[in-house]
Nanobody, 120 residues
Framework: QVQLVESGGGLAQAGVPLRLSCAAS????????MAWFRQAPGKEREFVAR???????????DYKDSVKGRFTISGDNAKNTVYLQMSSLKPEDTAVYYC??????????WGQGTQVTVSS
């Protein structure tokens, strides 16, 4: 089991940066990848960013096209925490943001979500 707790959401004006955090606990040693998803009102949950690790400590990152160059995912292994640094925020980034963990069978561990609201 992996437990995930997101924090850092809130109300932000367009263009103002915001950083989300996801603290992981439990069987974190088994984690192969962490990701951020989001769900806007009336829309399906969508992928935002992912960071994954290989056995030789190499990591990979990938992003949803619309956030490339604006959002950055990073991890702190010592703190078992993954971050999503968001800059140049737009009203269309408004959503509940979820952290997810993959321990080898897909993203089947999820946090409770944190609301991000961007005003124009």
């Amino acid at each position: 089991q992996v437990q995930l707790v997101e924090s850092g959401g809130g109300l932000a004006q367009a263009g103002v940066p915001l950083r989300l955090s996801c603290a992981a606990s439990g069987r974190t040693f088994a984690t192969r990848a962490m990701a951020w998803f989001r769900q806007a009102p009336g829309k399906e949950r969508e992928f935002v960013a992912r960071i994954s690790w290989s056995g030789d400590n190499t990591y990979y990152k990938d992003y949803k096209d619309s956030v490339k160059g604006r959002f950055t995912i990073s991890g702190d292994n010592a703190k078992n925490t993954v971050y999503l640094q968001m800059s140049s925020l737009k009203p269309e980034d408004t959503a509940v943001y979820y952290c997810a963990a993959d321990v080898g069978r897909g993203f089947n561990y999820w946090g409770q979500g944190t609301q991000v609201t961007v005003s124009s």
